[in-house]
């Protein structure tokens, strides 16, 4: 058995969080994580997260669908895995919130979650379909229903927000290279052009887009984060925008 056992045998990575030791093995079939209570196996398009509960363990076996994402927290330096199981629709499945950085070993030890989630960013690349990056903004939560999530595909950027009173995060915007914004809103999609990265800001709890002239063209709520986080957004969606324009020939 020993050969075999060493064919299925993965590289192993630690790290020390807010709850503990969180610990990542990537082996050829499968990926998992481990962290207090909470073990999370990924192999052949299935997501099983299970959670040991009083006497019994509470397994859920759910199918990856569209895309499963590593995002890297903003402020935070969380690290949280989302997954799309239907377009337009995510849900924060797993999250670790790095140990004290004002501790003794605190740079210590996020120079180590940061090894951890690039190896697993690397390892479930496959899955991501084409998103490049994503980061998730807002307050540290081991749930993350106050988080955004802000996925980048090089050619366009994706904001998800949840609404009030349900569970998943839900595709608000995109903004695609050269200026074209596409908001979904209830009464369906709406294409907005901003010229700029600098029709894009924010107004209390919205991101704003406006004109060349400055008239408003849109806003888009985005409650639950802090204003430098709404700024973060704003900057992201205009670095998008910047990347198509002048481009045209």
Known sequence: MAPFRSLLAGEVITSPTQAGTLSLEVAPRHVTLALADVHVAIAEGLLTISRA?????????????????????????????????????????????????????????????????RRLSRALAPLANGVRSAAEIGPASDRGLDKVLVTDAGDHLTLYRRSLFRARARRVLVAH??????????AG??????????????????????????????????PWIHREDRDELARRIGEVIERGVGTDS
């Open 189 to 222: 999609e709406t294409t907005l052009t901003c010229a700029s990265r600098f029709a894009v800001s924010v107004i209390g709890d919205y991101l704003r887009f406006t004109s060349p002239i400055g008239d408003d063209l849109a806003r888009v709520s985005v």
């Open 177 to 186: 290279a050269g200026g074209r914004i596409v908001l979904s809103t209830a």
């Open 53 to 117: 509960a009083r006497r019994r363990v509470r397994r859920v076996v759910r199918p990856i669908g569209a895309r499963l994402l590593v995002a890297r927290g903003l402020p935070t330096e969380s690290v949280g895995i989302w997954i799309e199981a239907r377009p337009g629709e995510v849900e924060r499945v797993f999250g670790a919130e790095p140990s004290d950085l004002y501790a003794s070993d605190g740079l210590a030890a996020l120079r180590q979650l940061d090894r951890l989630t």
